[in-house]
């Protein structure tokens, strides 16, 4: 995207290259998505989710992630694990549920038998008039909870903006369990400023696309020593003010033999960055993307980054219909590997693919997370929903949407990565925590 304060000057190799020639925003461009293909090292196993236990009898629960220490190793409090999902009451239509989605969390001391605690936050603390996803990290007997505010405590209809929130606590834990007390303000701690990031009102004006400004994830790079939250965002500015770069497409051969469809502009999503000031996780610098899928891809959900042999891997998920016209690839976890944090991103296994729902069933599973020990969880639906499209949930009978939709988690499975190539090299039980 063209910035009003930073004006692009040169391109090459999927790089925005800024005026002070400092390489900041990677794209995820055409031609490596155009590079996708499902094989055995990134295709996941067919589950048959029907035959899975449910994670929680009472519940759909869909994103999930796990209480982390501030160097985001997985915390133990007490031999206590901790693991925080979106959830709604299972009587609650699959498809009304990300209307009321409400953070709960559950505690195990094996990782793999959960009891649910509760809801993270008492009844009507939390900013938005429901609670999306985020993070939380644990210091000095702190919790420190992130998550995304969507909409407005008490409105009604609801609306969809989006604000990054946080929220510190304590942590008391016994025998019995783990629970939160004495919370402080909830605060929102980042929001788009319509430069780098989209803001509500310029995906309404025109044919917007998507809008997003989401997912909040603590991130400490073990390197510097610096921290950050990532967030899903999508590119600053109103569909009308968008203009085509061949960097968009790739190599100039690739660019000039695949012509983009129109269509493509609608495609905007984006990976944000924000640096955390002074220790503090609530006073945030916001910083420009990580990674832009211009004319590509319209949402890049839930980042996350994991450090090993000194390089960053970006992780991201993406659905199938949020590939810009022209372009396919599957419900799937996507990543890029770079040698810095900023800039430089090149894709995992050329494309970035790096796990893909099996064909015959490719809206298995979703909201992938890849834990520091490369183990990957996510979520979910209860049933085999062959090739229906989740955008479809809510037009079935409610009879169908009980039996087929509503979260729980499936098997965890292993990642092993080498350099700039993955593989999935082993399953696991149903929502592991490792
Ligand atoms: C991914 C997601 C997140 C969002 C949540 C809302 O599954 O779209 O980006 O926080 O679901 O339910």
Do not use: C
């Amino acid at each position: 995207i063209v910035l009003a304060t930073s004006v692009v000057v040169a391109s090459f190799s999927g790089l925005a290259v800024k005026a002070d020639d400092t390489e900041v925003t990677t794209n995820w461009t055409r031609e490596q998505v155009s590079k996708i293909e499902l094989n055995q090292d990134n295709t996941l196993p067919y589950t048959d989710i029907s035959e899975l236990e449910k994670f929680t009898p009472d519940h759909h629960v869909w994103d999930s992630w796990p209480l982390t220490d501030r160097d985001g190793n997985i915390a133990s409090i007490k031999g206590w694990k901790v693991l925080f999902a979106l959830s709604a009451p299972n009587d609650v239509l699959p498809g009304k549920v990300h209307d009321i989605a409400t953070i709960r969390y559950f505690y195990s001391k094996n990782g793999k038998d959960w009891t649910l605690g509760g809801t993270l936050f008492p009844e009507g603390a939390s900013l938005g008039s429901r609670e999306w996803a985020g993070s939380a990290m644990t210091d000095d007997g702190k919790i420190h909870a992130f998550y995304t505010a969507t909409g407005h405590r008490g409105e009604a209809p609801l609306t969809f903006e989006q604000r990054l929130a946080m929220a510190t606590g304590d942590i008391i834990a016994d025998s019995n369990g783990v629970r939160f007390e004495n919370w402080g303000d909830h605060k929102v701690i980042l929001e788009p400023d319509g430069n780098y990031y989209q803001t509500k009102e310029q995906a309404q004006q025109g044919e917007g696309g998507g809008y997003a400004f989401r997912d909040p994830m603590w991130f400490k790079d073990p390197i510097t020593e610096k921290e950050y939250i990532l967030f899903e965002g999508n590119s600053g500015g109103a569909v009308g003010d968008r203009t085509f770069k061949q960097e968009y497409a790739g190599s100039s051969k690739y660019a000039s033999e695949n012509p983009v469809p129109a269509g493509a502009v609608h495609a905007n999503g984006n990976i944000g960055i924000a640096e955390v000031v002074d220790g503090d996780p609530s006073n945030l610098k916001m910083l420009a993307p990580l990674m832009e899928a211009n004319y590509v891809n319209e949402e890049l959900e839930r980042p996350h980054i994991i450090v090993k042999d000194k390089k960053y891997y970006l992780f991201t998920d993406t659905h199938i219909n949020k590939y810009a016209e022209g372009l396919q690839g599957p419900e799937g976890l996507y990543g890029f590997v770079s040698d810095t944090l900023i800039g430089g991103y090149e894709p995992l296994n050329e494309s970035g693919l790096v796990l893909a729902n099996p064909p015959e069933n490719p809206y298995q599973a979703y909201s992938w997370l890849v834990l520091p020990n490369l183990n990957v969880v996510g979520f979910a639906h209860f049933g085999d929903l062959g090739d229906m499209s989740i955008g479809d949930v809510g037009n079935q009978s409610p009879e169908f949407q009980f039996s087929h939709f509503g979260g729980t988690l499936p098997p965890t499975v292993k990642l092993s990565i080498k350099g700039d190539t993955t593989k999935i090299v082993k399953e696991f039980s149903p929502g592991w925590i490792k």
